[in-house]
């Protein structure tokens, strides 16, 4: 059974930086559009950032320049480099492999404090 696994996750202030990592065994990474996904308080998950099997990435608007997502085909790994975190970053951040349902991490959690 795929499950990807986040690592990385903590708390930090404003103007922080923190590391994302999404590992799944089971299922090659790299030819999987892999999504980071949050879900803060009282509001809808959003889509963050993704990287398809072609090295193409998506970001939302809001964190354009600041967050780069990344994949390490030798790890199975897709990264998500966070920096210059604001306070409305926090959230639960998760991990999806594929499109449509897809496989879903459990989520981390970060925290940015002003």
């Known amino acids: 059974q795929v499950q990807p696994v986040e690592s990385g996750g903590g708390s930090v202030q404003a103007g922080g930086s923190l590391r994302l990592s999404c590992a799944a065994s089971?299922?090659?990474?790299?030819?999987?559009?892999v999504g980071w996904y949050r879900q803060a308080p009282g509001k809808e998950r959003e889509l963050v950032a993704d990287?398809?099997?072609?090295?193409?990435?998506n970001y939302v608007d809001s964190v354009k320049g600041r967050f780069t997502v990344s994949r390490d085909n030798a790890k199975n790994t897709v990264t998500l480099q966070m920096n210059s975190l604001k306070t409305d970053d926090t959230a639960v951040y998760y991990c999806?492999?594929?499109?449509?349902?897809?496989?879903w991490g459990q989520g981390t959690q970060v925290t940015v404090s002003s």
């Open positions: 999806k492999i594929g499109t449509s349902s897809g496989y």
């Open positions: 990287i398809n099997s072609g090295g193409n990435r």
């Open positions: 089971g299922i090659l990474l790299r030819i999987n559009t």
